[in-house]
């Protein structure tokens, strides 16, 4: 017959380091002093921040179309992004140059020229309805479209 004590002796070692590793992940046996100052923990993963969500959304859209200032801010804000989340992500695009008022509003001119005749006083006032600046709609939108 087989000893019973015999039969698992190294079932007592598995689970003596199954307790040491739990106490490690658990932050037992450090060897930080009893004095020193309690620090915040700081996260190992760093989180991405919404303005930099908000900056790659920006880049996303600008990518397939065109938009004003206040326009992809306003888009943005429709995603779910903060007000100042999404001011503060295109203002940081045009502090990178990714991004020309002023190019914009020459290519939504065209988009809108794409599918639907306008004169010359109604593309201006539709590219200020959609929030770009008077010289930004006449100088590059009717102008260089």
């Known amino acids: 017959m087989i000893d019973s004590q015999k039969k698992w002796p190294w079932a007592a070692g ?3 380091a199954f307790v040491m590793m739990i106490g490690v992940v658990a932050g037992f046996g450090t060897t930080a002093s009893p004095h020193a100052a309690p620090s915040a923990q700081t996260p190992v993963i760093e989180l991405v921040s919404e303005v930099s969500n908000a900056v790659a959304k920006a880049r996303d859209y600008l990518a397939y179309t065109s938009f ?10 429709y995603e779910g992004f903060s007000s ?4 503060a992500a295109v203002n940081q695009l ?3 140059g990714g991004v020309n008022w002023y190019d914009q509003a020459a290519k939504k001119a065209r988009e ?3 599918y639907s005749p306008f004169s010359r006083q109604g593309l201006i006032e539709q590219l ?3 929030g770009f600046t008077s010289e930004q709609a ?3 939108g009717a102008d260089h479209s």
């Open 14 to 16: 598995v689970l003596a």
């Open 68 to 77: 004003s200032k206040s326009g992809l801010i306003d888009q943005l804000e």
């Open 84 to 87: 100042s989340d999404s001011s």
């Open 94 to 96: 045009e502090a990178d």
């Open 112 to 114: 809108y020229r794409e």
């Open 128 to 130: 200020e309805f959609e």
């Open 138 to 140: 006449v100088v590059y």
